[in-house]
């Protein structure tokens, strides 16, 4: 460690120490009642039933207040806190800032798309600023679930199916969001969410229970939380559902001895909305009495709107059945945190700060570019893209394509108006001199609502008769066929992925299939643009439609990140964090499975389905560009090495074509024999390198014990066993430039 670090660590472990007496003498003056107070999250919304903020405030204070984004009524709450509480702690403003406050990023799906973790460094970081500028401490991300079933709405709100990906883009959000010290005042808190398991709820059921085995968590669900843990996060949130019939919530194992006992966590951990109490409607707590205890107990610093804690924790302590040091030792991290930001020394925001933090360019500009290299390329036959300026009859097409809301996405905070620019204005802009015709086509939406439609009446789509659907889809046609070359922009509304927002298929919704064949028999170019929040059976559009590129939910300045893209100012490098099934049904899909006695390549292999290819349409790490490369001189430091020493693989990239570009540069091991059987594939090593024409580079990966020791079901711990290796190095999961070695004893 350099003199600086030293330095910077025998400094700020001098403050830790200076906060930590600080609050010990708080909590001594602390009444049990005001201590409760710190462990509860009210909330600032009508559209939950609890006691008023403004009396709690003046009463006791609270820990928190989320659901609220009100820059002045931030700081009127915060006055009755401190000036009216007993003991004046200031309160923490909470909401879920995901992927932007007011200028809006990719969605995180998108994000880890760009295989390029300083995406989320810079989007987070200006997401920080503005919500930090709004008077918002704390927001409730990353989050940071694997998902391997693209039915599972949430998959947009994550990094995608794999855990080194997963825990490159979970570490990386982290330090956006907090930067190197939380009491920088352009910085939030951050929230690592939802630990742990909720992406592999039952048949991608939102909320549905959950069943993996320690090996399946330790190796694949908890590494990115770890990441997170590494990174510094200040906050944890757990999960809603029934993680191997235990509530993550009131999980001992998870909040205890995972999160605190194992990797030394030392911040807080809130419960997601109203668990606590939920722990009493999942059949697991016999009464809220009974969930607040179960839930403290377990490790539950802080009960996020259930009231459960408030209404219970005081007469446990009273009664004898909780101590006072369990109650201390909950609230102590909570008061750290406060501490460590400043709030008792700067407890109110400049209410005249927000507007001119929006308004930097930079923010949408790095919107645009977070954007340009968070998009895929999925197909481009015969070069069609990138297309000329110099077309002056273009036709754009869909139900998304000119929405506001779907170009932005999933979880945007509340009071939030959707102001994207989208996929119809950005071709606009870019083809200003051409004609540019617009036909949504049929309208597409939810077979049953989200509950979320209530609190947000503005997001609803109205129902369309047959009357007009068949108007819409012939006004559709007819405008496609005046033009020399359609744009199809479809997908999914914002309320389709997402929280509450899982779906049996993947097909596109509605009419928009139909509508693509429609227009495609009319013989002219079409370009397939896709606004959605999760992988979707493009089956049908991966054959027929020459140009595919898949844009996700992009935020702002989407529409002129799609148009820099099809227009060739920017060259498309993203590449896949999840892979796109042919079916639903074939959910959960991920590269990373185990070979079983008659694998792909197996003589006898034919399909796991007898009435379908059980392949991905797009495998995991895929993606084109408009230039070409090649992979070659794959070597290995060593062709042995003895357990716990590291190897150094380099491979060679070329950029073979006439334009510069990007390509992922990806290392996949296979263990080819061990404790344990182990996935066919792992990524290990991943880098985003910009080659113009012709430029070679040399990549460097280092495979050492930390990237060949796994969670072993026999031995019951980690370990790394003496074995051969493949090793591939490529553009995607299905890499072929190979070579071999072996850890020995
Ligand atoms: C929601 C979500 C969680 C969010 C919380 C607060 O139900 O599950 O991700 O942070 O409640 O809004």
Known sequence: MNNYQNHTKSASSKVKKEIAERVNVLLAKMSLEEKVAQLAQISGADFVPGPDAEEVLRKTG?????????????NELQKIAIDE???????????????GYRTIFPVPLAMASSWDPEVAVKSQAIAAKEARAAGIHWTFGPMIDIARDARWGRIVEGAGEDPYLGSAMAAAQVRGFQGEDISDPERVVACAKHFAGYGAAEGGRDYDEVFLSETELRNTYLPPFKAAVEAGVGTFMSAYMDLNHVPASA??????EVLREEWGFEGFVVSDAMAVGNLVVQGHARDNRDAAQRALVAGMNMDMAANAYTENLADLVNDGTLSMDLI???VRPILTIKAQMGLFENPYVDEGLLDEVVSRPEHKQTSRWAAQRSMVLLRNEDNLLPLSDKLKHVAVIGPVADSMAATEGSWMVFG?????????QGIKDKLSGAKVTFAPGPAIRRDFPSFFEEMFPESKIPEQTPAEIKAAFTEAVATAKDAELIIMVLGENADMAGEAASRGSLDLPGKQEELLKAVCALGKPVVLVLLNGRPLSIN???????AILEAWEPGTEGGHAVADILFGDVNPGGKLPVCFPRNGNHAPMYYGHTLSHQPEGHPQYSSRYWDSPTTPLYPFGYGLSYASFEFSNLTLSAAQIAAGKSLTVT?????????????????????????DSRPIRELKGFERVTLQPGESKTVRFELGEKELTYWSTNAGKWIQ?????????????????HAEFEVVA
Do not use: C
């Open 62 to 74: 609270a820990g928190s207040l989320l659901w609220l984004n009100d820059t002045k009524r931030f």
């Open 85 to 99: 509480s007993p003991s004046g702690i200031p309160v923490l403003f909470a909401l879920d800032v995901i992927h």
């Open 251 to 256: 999980s001992r194992w998870l909040l205890r």
């Open 328 to 330: 201390d030792e909950m």
């Open 416 to 424: 939030h108006k959707p102001a994207a620019v989208t996929v119809l």
């Open 540 to 546: 049908w559009a991966s054959e027929n439609v020459p």
């Open 651 to 675: 491979a060679e990239v070329k950029n073979t074509s006439k334009v510069a570009g990007d390509e992922v540069v990806q290392l996949y091991i296979h263990q080819k024999w061990g404790t």
């Open 721 to 737: 066993d003496t074995a051969a290796f493949d090793v591939w190095v490529g553009s995607d999961s299905q890499a072929t430039l």
